[in-house]
Nanobody
C-alpha cells in the first residue's frame, strides 16, 4: 500500500530555515503529483506547495519566495525547503499524492513550530 513518511519538523525561531522530507513507498513515484499541506490549530488544512512529475510547481501566496518544493525521483522523496520562517507557519505539515485537495494518500504529518 501507499506509505508517505514525513520528517524534518521541529522548533525553530522566526527567520530560521527547515527542510522537510517525505519518503514514499508503494507508488510509482516518478509519475505522481506530490504536495505539501499544513494545518494550524483551529484552522482548515491548506495547500502549501505542489509539484508535478515534470517539475511544474505551485505555491500558496503566503509562502511564495520563502518555500521551495523539490523532488528526487531516485530517492522517492519530496522536499520542502522553508526559509525565513514566520510564527504563522506553525502547523502540522503533511505530504500528499495527487494535485488536487481531495483524494490521494496522506502522510502522518510532522510538526513545525516557529517561536522565539
Amino acid at each position: 500500500q501507499v506509505q508517505l513518511v514525513e520528517s524534518g519538523g521541529g522548533l525553530v525561531q522566526p527567520g530560521d530555515s527547515l527542510r522537510l522530507s517525505c519518503a514514499a513507498s508503494g507508488i510509482i513515484f516518478s509519475g505522481n503529483d506530490l504536495g505539501w499541506y499544513r494545518q494550524a490549530p483551529g484552522k482548515q488544512r491548506e495547500m502549501v506547495a505542489r509539484i508535478s512529475p515534470r517539475g511544474m510547481t505551485n505555491y500558496a501566496d503566503s509562502v511564495k519566495g520563502r518555500f521551495t518544493i523539490s523532488r528526487d525521483n531516485a530517492k522517492k522523496t519530496v522536499y520542502l525547503q522553508m526559509n525565513s520562517l514566520k510564527r504563522e507557519d506553525t502547523a502540522v505539515y503533511y505530504c500528499k499524492t495527487g494535485w488536487g485537495d481531495g483524494g490521494g494518500s496522506w502522510g502522518q504529518g510532522t510538526q513545525v513550530t516557529v517561536s522565539s
